[in-house]
């Protein structure tokens, strides 16, 4: 393989089928309480179980045994492959792949994790709806082979090095959800209690808010905001309606990353002119309200003129309310919890109208509307550079323990006199 290159001398290379076997072997009974691995069970890269392993299984589950390597066949989870340590039954979806005698089982499983293994896998996959890999060309991929002391060298290596590694991006992990909690913090003290801690504070009149600034209102969103407008539904507008050009479609996937510069979707001005009433403005907010529901922006200055599609509502504020205020308390920790209250009983999360108006706002002078709301850009900007940084971070180090293991697996770095033979 042009990616393998040349390995180091006394080692063998042969294919991975004539040092592993495939076990095929399907469990039509189970015993109680037999472990059980399901794709969701395994973390890509790195091979951990991310829960433990139930008892639960569905269709002809495979059975396996310890230090079997389960290997996902399915694109894009091929990176899902579990070292097992005891035995079980998993599903169908997962190659149980058993080392031969010379192949220490360790080894094997840091090879077929390793990324240029994968992306040759991924390369081969086939089918249009759901593209999987097969025996076939995964038993004739090339297996470098060290000697067993030397493999089980290499083996130590890694698990240490990616210990290492783990612990780090676990680590960085933790302050990304800490950064999330102080961001939510942040947002709920300034749009329920503002931004003095001084000020006088009254009974909200609201069992669920408490206590807010005594010169504050609270309000129903139906008397906050002068129009809601959901989008055409129907035969309204439909994809078979768009056009290479003209008017613009604002849809989830400008308002979800809050980017309204993405996106293809267009209608011409015949079909702008008939739907002029979902035309959005700038200072228009616009919510997510199916599925991922919650999800909100305002819509900022200079956008190309267009329309809203079905899972969208519009919202324009009356006369007294900063829009930019109102966005903000509408994405707090406050507005969700009200949206999920005031949404739930459905299979999916679909808020409408109704909801939104029931939604309950603290709602500060106008000027103090407008302080907040810079307020909160200011604070926010800040976490998200934070957010940026430890995501690069955590991203180079995923990157280095990929790396390493693909050096390590096909002798690249010599390794004997870091982890000792054993």
């Known amino acids: 393989m042009e990616w393998l290159g040349q390995v180091p001398e006394g080692w063998e290379v042969k294919r991975l089928k004539f040092g592993v076997d495939n076990i095929n072997q399907k469990c039509l009974e189970e015993a109680p309480l037999t472990p059980f691995v399901a794709l969701e069970h395994i973390e890509p890269w790195t091979g951990k179980l991310m829960v433990d392993e139930s008892s ?5 589950p495979s059975c396996y045994q ?3 390597v389960l290997f996902c066949k399915l694109r894009p989870y091929l990176a899902k492959v579990h070292l097992a340590k005891v035995n079980g039954i998993c599903t169908s979806e997962l190659l ?3 080392a031969q005698h010379g192949i220490f089982p360790k080894y094997l ?5 390793s990324r240029d293994t994968i992306d040759c896998i991924t390369a081969s996959t086939y089918g249009a709806k759901m593209p999987r890999a097969n025996w076939e060309f995964i038993g004739n991929l090339l ?3 060290p000697p067993l002391p030397e493999q089980r060298a290499i083996a130590a290596f890694l698990d240490q090095q990616c210990a290492q590694i783990d612990s780090l991006i676990e680590k960085k992990q933790r302050m990304l959800d800490l950064l999330d909690e102080k961001r939510r913090a942040v947002i709920t003290q300034a749009v329920t209690r503002g931004l003095d801690p001084t000020v006088p504070m009254k009974d909200s009149g609201v069992e669920w808010l408490g206590m807010v600034p005594e010169e504050w209102e609270v309000n129903s969103m139906q008397q906050v905001c002068s129009e809601f407008k959901a989008g055409p539904f129907g035969s309204s507008l439909t994809k078979e309606m768009y056009s290479a050009s003209g008017y613009r479609v604002y849809g989830q996937e400008q308002v979800i990353p809050n980017d309204f510069s993405i996106g293809d979707y267009y209608i011409d001005s015949e079909k702008f ?4 009433q979902y035309a959005v403005c700038e200072g228009d907010i616009l919510i997510s309200c199916v599925g991922t529901f919650g999800k909100i922006a305002i819509v900022p200055h200079g956008i190309e003129q267009g329309i809203i599609n079905p899972r969208l509502i519009r919202i324009r504020v009356a006369p007294g309310v900063n829009p930019k205020y109102l966005a903000v308390f509408l994405c707090s920790p406050t507005a969700y919890s009200q949206f999920c209250y005031f949404s739930r009983g459905g299979t999916m999360d679909i808020i409408n109208i109704g909801i939104i108006k029931r939604i309950q706002i603290p709602l500060p002078p106008l000027p103090e509307q407008q302080g907040i709301a810079d307020y909160l850009d200011a604070q926010c900007a800040a976490m998200d550079r934070q957010r940026k940084n430890l995501e690069k971070s955590i991203e180079l180090l995923r990157e280095y323990r990929a790396s390493l293991i693909t050096h390590a697996v096909t002798g690249k770095i ?5 982890a000792p033979l054993q």
């Open 56 to 60: 639960q299984s569905d269709g002809q």
């Open 66 to 68: 310890s230090d079997d």
């Open 96 to 98: 149980v792949l058993r």
């Open 109 to 113: 499983h840091r090879f077929l994790l």
């Open 143 to 145: 297996l470098p082979i």
């Open 273 to 276: 002119s008939e739907l002029k």
């Open 414 to 418: 010599d390794v004997r006199d870091v």
